[in-house]
């Protein structure tokens, strides 16, 4: 049984839009007996913080194509995405990219 | 062809005196500048402030490429045109202000719409792009081109208050496929005409990009290979981010490439190539 | 002084559209912003972006002082003027550019030199002061200038490939004397006719100011109360810095202020007020 | 008697300039038997780092107007000045203030 997670989660490039345009979220997932990773927290994202249209955020178990996901950053594919395990006061930040000029 | 300068003239001497004394730069930096061409993609809140500066600095040649024309909308943010210029098309309005600024930068202006058709042919003149368009259709188009090129690629982007950056297909780093190889679905697309923008953040993002510009052409390299500068402006906040490497399995840019020809870059995005109208009517 | 609008006209709800529709500026940050006059101290490599940018978005009145003229060596960073205008004054030169923008600001050039004498007087008719000045002594005299006027000060600096951007004066803040309360001795301050600029340095900078003088404008606060951003464009590096408070025992906002009439600038910090000549030859 | 102390230092805004040009260093000051400050770091500088011509650094046992100090990117004013008290692996930058335009 792992002991409760606390991370800082921050969205930005129009993704806070989906959170109440909250940027700077503190979030503490409960204790369960295998450590989280990414696709677990995904799944406690949706279920607990997205209140509407998930789909403008996830795509399947993922985030939709134009995310990008970074832990304590660093852009998430080098920290092996939905695999990487959280830990304690980890910093994972969801940006939707900008496209205007 | 750029011609190729190995000296200065006194008169670059002069104008560029200021610049020349840096240690970073030097007569060297400065000559390799003059060398160098590059071309536009979009003359709006980034490409303004990006070609103005570019142009000051004595940059060879400038390809100012946009098939849009000013209206009274774009004057918060796209401080080359002018009121008088209202109604010409911008690559026009921006060249003839870059010709008061520098006359000696060669200015070619391109009153059209970037396309698989003109892409590659285009790009091939320049030995630097920069992407300062305003949609997703052309982000991958110029990247596509860039790659089937070989240029480097320095886009930014801005939207409301915030602001991105990096440096694609340069020095063996990603480029934008190997981040994104699929488009956002378009209803998650926000544009500058949708969601706003307050103009002076293309002005930052535009002069950092005009930074990189100058950094790659003069030899020193970019502070954001493999890297993102994010910006957030109501908290005044800068972050960078370190990105993933090239990825072998990139359709474009990957040790097997299937993306050997441009495609149609609306139809693959769902949108069209513009940010007026959000989505592409799909009959 | 400046008249007070309270609505928006149908030209200025074009014009400012794709600003307006922002949540954090909307309707009425606009008019605020139109109702805000701002004083811009130095029309050279960060004056001309500043003021570029405040222009485009509406500000209400533009004072733009330099009691310079316009030089082929300023070109390559002050981008407001052009190959035509050297040898005007560079408030009158930069005047013009501004209204070619955006001709409904008021924009007021001042062919001077600040002073002890004229200091007060002029920054009183104004909002916000933006320090886009290039010695020493200048920014302790517009400091001063704006503490016993009691406007807030935006200030930045650039030199090399480097920029510093600070708000000083506002809310309860320190002001420049509390960070800095003696000079630099004279033979240690590198100035840009010395040490040299990169020209969009100061273009990122300038525009940095000019973001954090609309959002004071708007009502949004600023970003860099008691804090100091420093920007390094070799690396590409921002990073912001935790300010101290203002000072108690600040001779000028401190709680018993003994400096309360403008001094003799030049001669406090051993160095004339311009770029050109770095010491004061004191007799 | 204190452990060796690992410093990270940094010089910017021209300040480089005093030190070869080289913007960061690494330094580690030898164990001595109280605590180091900024008061004997600045000695420990001026001894050890400054080649020549130390005024344009220092002015008496501080460092001279118009160089800023920052302790892990804090105004050293905040942080107790010549008398704060080192940690180890703390970031000291010294950075000479820009006043060109
Ligand atoms: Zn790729
Ligand atoms: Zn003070």
Redesign the pocket.
């Known amino acids: 049984m792992a002991a409760p997670l606390g991370l800082h989660l921050e969205f930005g490039g129009g993704a806070e839009l989906l959170f109440d345009g909250v940027k700077n979220h503190h979030v503490v997932l409960p204790g369960q007996s295998d450590p989280w990773n990414m696709k677990q927290l995904l799944a406690w994202i949706r279920g607990n913080m997205l209140k509407e249209r998930p789909e403008l955020f996830m795509q399947g178990d993922t985030v939709r194509p134009g995310i990008l996901v970074l832990i304590n950053d660093a852009d998430w594919e080098l920290m092996g995405e939905l695999e990487y395990q959280l830990q304690d006061q980890d910093n994972v930040v969801f940006i939707s990219t900008l496209h205007g000029g | 062809p750029l011609k190729s300068n190995v000296t200065l003239s006194n008169d670059d001497i002069m104008r560029y005196s200021r610049q020349l004394i840096l240690p970073e730069l030097g007569v060297k930096g400065q000559v390799a500048i003059s060398n160098v061409s590059v071309l536009v993609v979009g003359c709006g809140g980034l490409g303004c402030p990006l070609a103005q500066y570019l142009a000051a600095a004595g940059i060879g040649r400038l390809g100012l490429l946009d098939y849009d024309v000013v209206e009274l909308s774009n004057l918060h943010r796209q401080v080359l045109h002018s009121e008088v210029t209202q109604g010409q098309p911008k690559a026009l309005s921006a060249a003839q202000a870059i010709s008061r600024l520098n006359s000696t930068v060669q200015c070619v202006p391109y009153h059209l719409q970037l396309s698989r058709d003109n892409a590659i042919q285009l790009i091939q003149q320049y030995d630097i792009v920069a992407d300062c368009s305003d949609n997703v259709p052309t982000r991958y188009l110029v990247n596509d081109a860039c ?1 089937l090129a070989g240029k480097p690629l320095v886009s930014a982007s801005a939207l409301r208050m915030e602001g991105q950056l990096t440096v694609y ?1 340069y020095r063996g780093g ?5 981040l994104f190889p699929s488009p956002p679905p378009p209803e998650t697309v926000t544009n500058c005409s949708d969601g706003g923008v307050l103009g002076v953040v293309p002005g930052i993002m535009g002069c950092l990009q005009a930074l990189e510009v100058l950094k790659i052409a003069s030899g020193q390299g970019s502070s954001f290979e493999q890297q993102l500068l994010m910006f957030d402006g109501q908290e005044g906040r800068f972050r960078s981010i370190r990105l993933r490497a ?2 072998i399995e ?5 040790e097997k490439p299937t993306l050997t020809e441009l495609q149609d870059y609306e139809q693959f995005c769902g949108s069209a190539a513009t940010d007026k109208c959000r989505r592409l009517n799909l009959l």
């Not at chain 2, 990603?174 to 190997?178: L, T, V």
């Not at chain 2, 990139?250 to 990957?254: A, K």
């Open positions: 790659v297909n990603p480029c934008y496929r190997c090239r990825q990139c359709v474009v840019c990957g």
